[in-house]
């Protein structure tokens, strides 16, 4: 998949992308620094995976740094916005990818902790440093996003519900962002081949995937789709904020 952005489209710019050293988050942030942009490779606790990413990116000429944060921790994402702030002197976008829920060991409420809660402590966290004109960016799945019309799989649900309410936490946060000249928008989008949660929904429910894919005639890979959410952080925001990748005639408005 080529960059969707053009060389030096984001020269001086500043880029976050949250749960960035593997997926759609590393291709997100990928793109960005090879269009110009300083990025933010961020990690919860890969931190010798993230470093490699960084390494090929500064490799290529681009302008990197990892930093380690869980977002579930508040004294964790205030040192990862401090060290931005003194690494870089702020943000111009913020890519809200980091999200989970179908992890092993982790509390009954992780789903919720993590996408929900922790996103809106993010974004909070985050304003002080976005810039008028910058942009926020979240991610997310139609699964998710139309959870509330269209039942989806059954080991997926507490992760939807979880995600359909950061999402709307996050919406309402809308007119303080407008206030600050801070744009937003979400990007939703069917189920990923290849990432983390396809493998893990296709492990608790052998065929899911493949069952999506024959469904839905055609399933975006982990680069076309972070393609979707890099030209989100650049293209005129819609007027309903969400931007939908892909057929949506399965799934109810």
Do not use: C, W
Not at 80 to 101: C, E, H, P, R, Y
Not at 208 to 219: H, N, P, T
């Amino acid at each position: 998949m080529s960059n969707p952005l053009a060389p030096g489209s984001l020269d001086g710019l500043r880029a976050l992308v949250t749960g960035s050293s593997r997926g759609i988050g590393a291709d997100t942030v990928s793109y960005f620094a090879e269009a110009g942009a300083s990025v933010v490779v961020n990690y919860r606790n890969k931190e010798a995976r993230a470093q490699k990413l960084v390494d090929k990116l500064v490799a290529e000429g681009g302008s990197a740094v990892a930093i380690g944060a869980d977002l579930t921790d508040p004294a964790s994402v205030d040192a990862m916005f401090q060290k931005i702030q003194d690494t870089l002197g702020g943000l111009d976008i913020l890519v809200m990818n980091a999200s989970g829920g179908m992890e092993s060991g982790m509390a009954e409420d992780y789903a919720t902790q993590l996408n929900r809660d922790a996103q809106v402590a993010l974004l909070n966290t985050a304003i002080p440093l976005l810039q008028p004109g910058s942009r926020v960016v979240f991610v997310t799945s139609h699964q998710a996003h139309f959870i509330h019309t269209t039942p989806t799989m059954p080991e997926y649900l507490p992760v939807a519900l979880s995600k359909r309410a950061g999402e709307d936490a996050l919406r309402d946060l809308i007119p303080t962002l407008d206030s600050a000249g801070i744009g937003f928008v979400v990007v939703s989008g069917d189920m990923i081949e290849g990432t983390i949660t396809a493998t893990l929904l296709e492990r608790a429910n052998p065929g899911a995937i493949s069952s999506r894919k024959e469904a839905a005639g055609k399933l975006y890979n982990v680069a076309e789709f972070a393609a979707e959410v890099a030209q989100a952080a650049v293209d005129p925001i819609p007027a309903d904020h969400t931007r939908l990748v892909g057929d949506t005639s399965d799934f109810g408005k």
